[in-house]
Structure formats: C-alpha cells, structure tokens
C-alpha cells in the first residue's frame, strides 16, 4: 500500500479524534506499528490535538482542587476497604481525626514499665494501708490526668491543623472573589454601554474584499463616548492592525486602534471620543495607525441610521 | 462510565518494537515517565501531581464540551477516579500520558452532554463563545503552549468549526457531514487540514 496516500487520507486524523469503530482503529493501530512514518504522523497528529486542547486550558476554582482530591481519595478508599476493611491510609489521617484519637494513648501507657515499678516499690516504704491506698489512687488519678493531657494536647494540634488549612482556603477564596468581581465590574461597564438609550447602535458590514465581515459601533453623541464591538473580522497579518473612523460630513476622522482582543471579538472597547459622525469605517492599517484612511484596505463601514 | 469509552485506545493493536519507539520525534520526558510509573504503581500522592500539572487543561477541555461550571467540576472528578482505575489500559507506546487523559475526559464530557440531549440547546450557540471568565492556565507543562486567540489566528473559520464539531460538540463525521451538507469525504480533508495547520504551531 502507499504509506504516503494513506497519510493524505485523514484516517489517522479520525483516529485521534476518536471517529473510527473499533475495527477500523485497530487497523490504524496496526499501521502505525509497523511503518514509522505512519507512526510518526499520528504521534504529530496527536500532539496538535493536545495543543489545541490545551489552548482551551481553564484553570479550576482553587476550592475544586481539595475537593477533588479528597473525593478522589474517598472513591478510591472505599474502594481499597472494600477488600480489606480496617487498612488506614496515612493520607487519611488528617479527616478521620475523633475516631483515632482517644483509643491511642490507651494501650500506650497501659504497656509502659514505669508506672508499674512505682505501685511495687510502695509496700517497702509504707506502714500504713490507708497511705498505700493513697497512694495509688494519686497515681492513677496522675496517670488518667496524662491520658487526658496526651488527648487534648493531640486534638489542639489537629484543630491547629485544620484551622490552617481553612485558613488558607478562605485566602484563595477572596483571591477568587477578587478576580470574579474585577471581571464583573467590566461587563457590568459593557451592559451598562448596551443599555444606554443614548447610545446609538451603527453596524457596519463588510466591503467586496471582506464579504463576511461584521461590526457595531456604539456612539452616543451627547457624551461622544465611542464603544467598537466585532462580531467577525479577518484575521489581521502580523505588523497590521485594524483602525477605526468616524465619518463626519464624509471627512474621516480618527477614532483609535482596535486591540487585537478587540479584532477576535473577546470585548467592548472604548475608542477615542467623537464630536460629531455620520458614518463609521474600519481600515486595516499597519501597527499603530495612520493618519488618514487608506480606502483600498477599507474592511467593513456603516452608516447611522 | 460506558459509553465510546476509550475506544481505540483499549484495542490491543500489534506488539509495537522499541526500534520503533525510539524513532518517535520527541519521547516523553523523564518527569511524565516518572508520573506514569508512580500512577502504574498505584501511588495515591501521583494524583495531587496529576491534578497540579494537567487539571488546567483537562478542566478547559471539559468545560468547551459540557459549557456549565458545576457540570464540569463533576466530570473532572470523575475523570480523576477514572483515570485511577483505568490506568493499567494505558498503553504508553501508543501515546503520550495527556493524549489518554484527554481522551478519558473529552469521553466522559461528551457522555454527560449526550445524557442530558444537551445538544439540542447548545446547538443554535455560535461555535467561538467561550466562557467570559476564560484565564489561560497559569503554568504551561509543555512549552509550545499557544492561547485560544493564536488559533483563532491560524485556522480559518471552517477548519475550526470542523475540529470543534468532531472534539467538543461529540459529533461523528457522519453528524458532521449532514450539519454542514458537505460529502463525507470533506469533512475528512478538512479536518486533515486544520489538524496540519495545528501542527504547524509545534516547535
């Protein structure tokens, strides 16, 4: 078979997006093994697949991170105690903190030498039964008064532990709020642009050489705030950008650069103020701009209605 | 947890020489071999590494496909566990660790939306609106890393809108082919296409 042809065909492509049955995936499988460049193209493919993935990259809510990790760590708990039912993992220490605490310290002092050499030594000393009684009593009464100091001083230790790790969550909480409110204020700003009664909507649309091409301005002639919002525009080549005019009595005048988040459509972006326009247009200029318009890169205009 | 599954991945093609594995154009760095030996050997403490190093991507992933927070938080955990207990199908000579995770993800994604017939609705929704909080994810582990506007750059509207069908919308080719009213045999070269423009990007 031809090793080149094959590759063209776009089989190996399918196969990393997951579109063949699995008779068919074997097949690839099976190709891959035995030619290298068959080999080496789908490990290509594959890697562009994951760049692409990967541009989609979101990091998670900082809260998920626990709670995945410690819901990962009960599935698979009950999952390991489900064969061997009493098996404590050292990972697990920290949640199961009331049930380990108070049966430790028992069998700890219980099996120490040194309090059992101080009850035997009293009979020597004594004369009185009364005393040895005494006696004993302080020390069983000191040795519970240590298992319980062992016990609060353990469980202080694992609220301190606790309290730094809810520490720390609150902290990436309000890093987290921080950030959602920065984000909500702009689009509050942006809706704010939208709502407007003002505000005059000018859509422009695209000339012969960008047919497909789309945009809005949004002027409001009393404040002569001027927002730019793209729905579609070509790609600009690198060392180009994109220029936007407002047409006043059929004199251009310039109205600022689109940045290039604005020209992909992310946001609303504000524009040079505007005293008086009849018509908007956007050129395609190079980086930074040009005094005057240059009509052969004319991409999209609009008048106001 | 069934569904198209790992579907080519679980196949057991022919036994591949390391001849041929060692002619590969870039073999996984010693780090993920080290992660992946830690996985295969079933190390709990594998998976906070797991999640610190790939949860951006694999969250941004997921996220695309079933486009609702609260949703996407419970597929990544599902993924987690998933990955856990399915580890030892990982054949590591067919492909690199992110390859297999993604696809676990991308499977389980496209299975929650089918579930619902999500699709319906998010059908009418044009292909590029992405979340508005979008942040590109802080700390990169592979360093030919590219952001969402760069591809925006390079692929032309159809190449991205076939690949984002056929990867994040869990269409098949067929699906793909009535959608756009294009012949089959299209929809293969273009996504041929767009995936050589992808490759392009990788230095």
């Given at each position: 078979?031809?090793?080149?042809?094959?590759?063209?065909?776009?089989?190996?492509?399918?196969?990393?997006?997951?579109?063949?049955?699995?008779?068919?995936?074997?097949?690839?499988?099976?190709?891959?093994?035995?030619?290298?460049?068959?080999?080496?193209?789908?490990?290509?493919?594959?890697?562009?697949?994951?760049?692409?993935?990967?541009?989609?990259?979101?990091?998670?809510?900082?809260?998920?991170?626990?709670?995945?990790?410690?819901?990962?760590?009960?599935?698979?708990?009950?999952?390991?105690?489900?064969?061997?039912?009493?098996?404590?993992?050292?990972?697990?220490?920290?949640?199961?903190?009331?049930?380990?605490?108070?049966?430790?310290?028992?069998?700890?002092?219980?099996?120490?030498?040194?309090?059992?050499?101080?009850?035997?030594?009293?009979?020597?000393?004594?004369?009185?039964?009364?005393?040895?009684?005494?006696?004993?009593?302080?020390?069983?009464?000191?040795?519970?008064?240590?298992?319980?100091?062992?016990?609060?001083?353990?469980?202080?230790?694992?609220?301190?532990?606790?309290?730094?790790l809810a520490q720390a969550e609150q902290a990436r909480y309000a890093a987290t709020t921080q950030a959602v409110q920065k984000s909500l204020a702009a689009r509050t700003q942006e809706i704010g642009v939208l709502r407007d009664e003002q505000f005059r909507m000018v859509v422009m649309t695209g000339t012969a050489q960008a047919p497909g091409a789309r945009a809005r301005v949004m002027y409001n002639p009393v404040s002569r705030r001027v927002y730019v919002d793209v729905k579609n525009l070509p790609a600009a080549p690198s060392g180009k950008q994109y220029q936007l005019w407002a047409l006043d009595k059929g004199k251009p005048v310039d109205a600022g650069m689109l940045a290039q988040t604005t020209a992909v459509g992310d946001s609303l972006q504000r524009m040079k103020d505007v005293a008086s326009a009849q018509a908007f247009a956007v050129t395609l200029e190079d980086a930074g701009g040009h005094p005057t318009p240059t009509m052969a890169a004319l991409t999209v205009m609009g008048q106001m209605l | 947890m069934t569904g198209p599954g790992l579907r080519p991945l679980r196949h057991g093609g022919g036994p591949i020489s390391h001849t041929v594995t060692s002619l590969l154009p870039e073999s996984p760095p010693a780090a993920e071999q080290q992660l992946v030996a830690r996985l295969r050997a079933q190390d709990e403490s594998a998976m906070t590494e797991f999640y610190d190093k790939y949860s951006a991507a694999l969250y941004g992933v997921i996220l695309r496909i079933v486009r609702r927070e609260e949703e996407a938080e419970d597929v990544l955990q599902e993924a987690m566990v998933k990955i856990w207990h399915s580890f030892p199908s990982y054949d590591a000579s067919k492909g690199r660790l992110f390859t297999w995770v993604l696809n676990v993800s991308r499977n389980l994604a496209i299975d929650k939306i089918r579930s619902r017939q999500y699709r319906v609705s998010s059908h009418s929704q044009p292909l590029d609106d992405s979340p508005a909080e979008r942040q590109p994810a802080v700390d990169s582990f592979r360093p030919e890393h590219i952001g969402l506007q760069e591809l925006t750059r390079r692929l032309n509207p159809e190449q991205r809108q076939i690949v984002d069908l056929l990867y994040f919308e869990g269409y098949t080719q067929s699906e793909v082919a009535d959608e756009l009213n294009m012949p089959l045999g299209t929809v293969k070269t273009r996504a041929r296409a767009a995936i050589k423009v992808l490759s392009t990007l990788i230095r």
């Open positions: 078979m031809n090793i080149e042809e094959y590759i063209e065909s776009g089989q190996l492509e399918l196969y990393a997006l997951q579109q063949l049955s699995p008779a068919e995936a074997a097949e690839v499988e099976r190709l891959a093994a035995e030619h290298p460049p068959i080999r080496a193209e789908l490990i290509n493919v594959q890697r562009a697949l994951g760049l692409y993935a990967e541009a989609h990259a979101v990091t998670p809510p900082a809260a998920l991170r626990e709670r995945v990790l410690s819901s990962f760590q009960q599935a698979v708990n009950q999952a390991a105690s489900a064969a061997e039912p009493s098996a404590p993992t050292e990972t697990s220490a920290p949640y199961v903190v009331p049930s380990v605490a108070p049966t430790a310290p028992a069998p700890r002092y219980e099996a120490a030498p040194a309090p059992e050499a101080v009850v035997r030594s009293l009979p020597a000393e004594s004369t009185g039964s009364g005393f040895r009684w005494l006696a004993i009593a302080a020390s069983v009464a000191l040795l519970l008064s240590l298992g319980a100091n062992w016990l609060f001083y353990s469980r202080w230790q694992q609220s301190e532990n606790q309290l730094v | -």
